[in-house]
């Protein structure tokens, strides 16, 4: 029995250690908490000299901007086998012991493994965020909050959703859409999110692979103000099931950030709120037409504030597209 009682203590040492290992995020003691948006690595594993620029991008970027959080926002590898191309991708964030999240994109599990081993390989990774929601659909669904500098309460939220692949509906072509039990998912946490925070909503940003059908109407609109390359009409589903409504009825979202169409990197206002696209971090495993090459989306929070900023971090290091959502944002014209 005593040495059933010594097993039973070092057992709850072990899952205490890897309790106090998940690192919380909090904002910095100048008030900021910076994001690194990586996408579209298209790693491929049977093509390492041409994916090599991916990695060399990663490990660039996180040199020069040293994040509070790294995103990966889809289609991260692009061949068998697949966790190898994973463990290579994650490696530059691991080495430097820094958080992490992942949502998956369309081509993730067209390799050798499904998406729900691809997130338990992502799951037993240091660093690694990230944790499946049950009960919804979709592998990578989970939320984040950012601490205050001094203080336990959520300062800020981060939503992470998966966008699926491709439309299983015979009749309906093209993209996968995010799920009504999905949306529900998000309204339901943004209330209590609101609720502890008597009824103010939280500063928030969502973040998934596939853009939203209003990425076409704010691409394309002359009220919308655009900041950015846009190369390519965006390949949203054909359907919408209304996540960004929710969003402007929930009144905490204040960005949203994708990937999925490498030849777009612009944010754009649309009633309020910044859809943007990161920018292609891959090497040539796939089309990429941007000048100036791969790169990074770096997005800056300020504690207590419903602003952000927003730039492009380039492989050569140079900076681009600096922007401010409070001055990105136009006014609501008053009838």
Known sequence: MKMKGIFILLLTCFALQLTAQQPTLRFNKQGSFKIVQFTDLHYSVEKETVS??????????????????????????????????????????????????????????????SRAVLQSVVEQTPGCLGKKTDGIPGESNYILTIQPNSGNQASAVLYFMDS????????????????????????????????????????????????????????????SHLVGYRFEKPCAPELNTGLFT?????????????????????????????????????????????????????????????????????????????IQLSKLIKPAKKD
């Open 52 to 113: 090599a620029a991916a990695l060399e991008c990663i490990n660039k970027v996180l040199d020069l901007e040293k994040p509070d959080l790294v995103v990966f926002t889809g289609d991260l590898v692009y061949s068998k086998p697949a966790k190898e191309g994973l463990t290579r991708v994650l490696k530059p964030v691991v080495d430097r012991k820094l958080p992490f999240a992942v949502v998956w994109g369309n081509h993730d599990d067209e390799q050798d493994l």
């Open 164 to 223: 699926h692949a491709y439309s299983a509906l015979p009749q309906v072509k093209g993209y996968d859409w995010i799920k009504p039990a999905q949306i529900q998912w998000y309204i339901d946490a943004s209330k209590r999110f609101t609720d502890a925070n008597e009824g103010k909503p939280l500063p928030a940003l969502a973040f998934f692979h596939i853009p939203l059908p209003e990425y076409n109407q704010a691409a394309s609109s002359e009220n």
């Open 246 to 322: 929710a969003m402007l009825t929930a009144g905490d979202v204040m960005g949203v950030f994708v990937g999925h169409d490498h030849d777009n990197d612009f944010v754009a206002d649309w009633k309020g709120i910044a859809l943007g696209y990161g920018r292609f971090s891959g090497g040539n495993t796939e089309y990429n037409n941007l000048p100036e090459g791969n790169g990074a989306r770096v997005i800056v929070l300020k504690e207590n504030t419903r602003d952000f900023t927003s730039w492009i971090r380039l492989r050569s290091g140079e900076i681009m597209q600096n």
